[in-house]
Nanobody, 127 residues
Framework: QVQLVESGGGSVQAGGSLRLSCAASGRSFSTYSMGWFRQAPGKEREFVAR????????YYGDSAKGRFIITRDNAKNMVFLQLGGLKPEDTAVYHCASDRLPYRRSELTATYEYDGWGQGTQVTVSS
């Protein structure tokens, strides 16, 4: 089983930036694609971004395109999400998660394709 711990959330004004981090342990991090999701109060968990196990391929949800960047450091078992151009509608708890299976190339966005969900980190954007 993989264990994931997110950090880096906070409160920012619209237009601001944050860098979220996710530390992984428990299995071979460098063989699994990773994802970021977010969940706002009263809403379903939403796909934000995905990065392949090598870090060479990334995929973004519509809300993240052009504003957020996902990266990873396999030497440190870390995945990051750089948030830019933040809007009040980006307010949510952000979770990282691991692909359930290693070496999958597909652009998977469904929550059931992931496991090891972290507790999340709160991002609050004020106008």
């Amino acid at each position: 089983q993989v264990q994931l711990v997110e950090s880096g959330g906070g409160s920012v004004q619209a237009g601001g930036s944050l860098r979220l981090s996710c530390a992984a342990s428990g299995r071979s991090f460098s063989t699994y694609s990773m994802g970021w999701f977010r969940q706002a109060p009263g809403k379903e968990r939403e796909f934000v971004a995905r990065i392949s196990w090598t870090g060479q391929t990334t995929y973004y949800g519509d809300s993240a395109k052009g504003r957020f960047i996902i990266t990873r450091d396999n030497a440190k078992n870390m995945v990051f999400l750089q948030l830019g151009g933040l809007k009040p509608e980006d307010t949510a708890v952000y979770h990282c998660a691991s692909d359930r299976l290693p070496y999958r190339r597909s652009e998977l966005t469904a929550t059931y394709e992931y496991d090891g969900w972290g507790q999340g980190t709160q991002v609050t954007v004020s106008s």
